[in-house]
């Protein structure tokens, strides 16, 4: 017997029962770790006919409670990206917790064992595909808008693209930075992505964590200090622009659109998408 024969039941020769999900769509969590008391990240298995593309993002949720008059239930989903990368055997997400968010008051309990509903069909602009060959990569997220990038920074593809790969976070307080700058520092002892990507892969990366609420190494929003030439100079490198310069966007609303003209309007930068690549994307960080 190889790894891919069924499993029978010896006494009955019939194949086991399986525990019938309750969810339509049921993933089951394997891991919730809590970073702050406002963030957390949970991993889900994943669908064995589930193919996507780093970067991507899937609905996920729950099951609301019944409808107090029909007693119907419906389930309650919302746009998260994948935080895994897309060769991951299991799903990663890292999500807000809202007090009374409809989805995350409930989501942030969570426990490993637990099933949660999972969409298989992945879609989103913040991949590869969607851009024009470049030297250099920018990542640039402010709070739970990382996700998409814990995923393109596991990926290969991100460093046999770019010769360079910078990633900026911009948060209110320091402890909302820790996903991130962890999952950066657990690349250098990554073995597989080290034997697989190349020794060494991470020295590609610069990391440019800001804080704006709370005293850190660093303050203020990316924005100002990308006007005021400060991170460029922080960073050693020109500002951008399109010959070498290729980057994607996820954060709030504002952040988005700041950016977005920043770069069309001073950088010369050209809106791109999976139909017509050019040199940037841009995705809204969801909020429940
Ligand atoms: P700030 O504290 O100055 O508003 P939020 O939690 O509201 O989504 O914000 C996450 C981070 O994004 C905060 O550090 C916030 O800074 C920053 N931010 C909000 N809007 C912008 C913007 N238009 N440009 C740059 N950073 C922004």
């Known amino acids: 017997m ?6 029978t039941d010896i006494a009955t020769n019939a194949a086991p029962e399986k525990a019938k999900p309750a969810l339509p769509d049921a993933q089951t969590v394997t891991e919730v770790k809590h970073w702050t008391d ?5 991993k889900v298995t994943r669908p064995a006919s589930l193919r996507f593309r780093s970067g991507e993002f899937v609905m996920i949720g729950l099951m609301n409670d019944p409808d107090p008059k029909t007693g119907k239930v419906k389930p309650l989903l919302r746009a998260y990206s994948i935080a895994s990368p897309s060769w991951d055997e299991e799903m990663e997400f890292y999500s807000i917790k ?6 995350t008051s409930r989501l ?3 426990q490993p064992g637990d099933e949660i509903i999972l969409r298989p069909k992945p879609v989103g602009t913040l991949v590869h595909d969607a851009l024009l ?4 990569i920018w990542f640039f997220a402010t709070g739970t808008g990382f996700a998409p990038f814990a995923s393109l920074l596991r990926e290969p593809q991100t460093y046999e693209d770019y010769d360079e790969v910078i990633i900026t976070h911009t948060c209110r307080t320091a402890g909302e930075l820790t996903y991130g700058r962890e999952l950066i520092e657990s690349l250098k002892e990554d073995e597989l992505l080290n034997e697989v990507i190349g020794e060494g892969f991470w020295k590609k990366i610069k990391y440019y964590p800001t804080t ?4 850190s190494p660093k303050m203020g929003r990316i924005t ?9 100079a922080e960073l050693g490198v020109p500002p951008l622009n399109p010959e070498s310069d290729r980057a994607m966007i996820c954060g709030n609303l504002a952040f988005n659109l700041e950016l977005k003209d920043l770069f069309e309007n001073t950088y010369g930068l050209e809106e791109g998408a999976n139909s017509k690549p050019a040199h940037f994307v841009v ?3 969801f909020l429940d």
Request: proline letters at 8%; a negative charge; aromatic letters at 8%.
């Open 283 to 285: 995705e809204k960080a």
């Open 2 to 7: 190889n790894e891919m024969t069924p499993v």
């Open 133 to 136: 060959p470049g030297k250099r």
């Open 212 to 215: 704006t609420r709370e005293e």
């Open 98 to 103: 809202v007090e009374d968010g409809p989805l």
């Open 38 to 42: 406002k963030l957390f990240s949970f």
């Open 108 to 110: 942030q309990h969570i």
């Open 224 to 232: 100002d200090l990308m006007r005021s030439g400060e991170a460029f």
